[in-house]
Nanobody
Framework: QLQASGGGLVRAGGSLTLSCAAS????????LGWFRQVPGKEREKLSC????????YYVDSVKGRFTITSSSAENAVYLRMDDLRPDDTAVYYC??????????????WGKGTQVTVSS
C-alpha cells in the first residue's frame, strides 16, 4: 500500500515536499509516480522514478520546479515542489507500477494529499 503525506497550504512561490511511504510490495522492482487531480478535471501525470534504473521523468508543466526522489532505505518516494503556483492547487496522489515508468496501469494507489497554493 501507499501512504501520501505532506500536503498543505502555501503561498505562491513557496515550496512543499510530499512523501509517499510504500509497504507490502517489492519496492525495488517498482516505478513510483506522482499524479494530481482538480475536481472536474482528469487526473494529470506529473513525474515518475524507476527504482530499477533511477531514471526520473517529468511533464513539461513541472519540469525544473518539481524534483522526484526515491529512498530504498525508507521505502519511500518524495516530490519536492518549488516555485509553486496557484494552478498547482490539486489533490496529489502517489502510485506504483511494477517495472518501468509507463504511468498507465498503476498497481497501487495512495490516498491523496491536498495541496493549496494561494496567490
Amino acid at each position: 500500500q501507499l501512504q501520501a503525506s505532506g500536503g498543505g497550504l502555501v503561498r505562491a512561490g513557496g515550496s512543499l515536499t510530499l512523501s509517499c511511504a510504500a509497504s507490502g510490495f517489492d519496492f525495488a522492482n517498482y516505478a513510483l509516480g506522482w499524479f494530481r487531480q482538480v475536481p472536474g478535471k482528469e487526473r494529470e501525470k506529473l513525474s515518475c522514478i524507476g527504482n530499477r534504473d533511477g531514471r526520473a521523468y517529468y511533464v513539461d508543466s513541472v519540469k525544473g520546479r518539481f524534483t522526484i526522489t526515491s529512498s530504498s532505505a525508507e521505502n519511500a518516494v518524495y516530490l519536492r515542489m518549488d516555485d509553486l503556483r496557484p494552478d498547482d492547487t490539486a489533490v496529489y496522489y502517489c502510485a506504483a507500477e511494477r517495472g518501468w515508468c509507463h504511468m498507465r496501469n498503476m498497481d497501487y494507489w495512495g490516498k491523496g494529499t491536498q495541496v493549496t497554493v494561494s496567490s
